[in-house]
């Protein structure tokens, strides 16, 4: 990943992240998605990443929406 960016949350459901990113992209947070998942054995996870500014606003953010 490239620097300033920090990883903010992480699940192995698609429909998960979704959810995130868009609660994200309505308070303008920009976010990256990066799939670690194994398409062949389906384990692993996705991860988000926002930039280094934005990880207290988008950690409050999910939290209050108890996702």
Do not use: C
Not at 23 to 31: A, Q, Y
Not at 38 to 57: L, Q, W
């Amino acid at each position: 990943m490239e620097k300033g960016w920090e990883r903010i949350y992480f699940t192995d459901k698609p429909h998960i992240v979704s959810i995130v990113r868009s609660l994200l992209k309505e308070n303008d947070i920009e976010s990256i998605e990066v799939n670690k998942k194994d398409s062949s054995y389906a384990f692993g996870d996705i991860e988000i990443f926002v930039k280094e500014e934005d990880v207290i606003f988008a950690k409050i953010l999910i939290q209050q929406k108890h996702l």
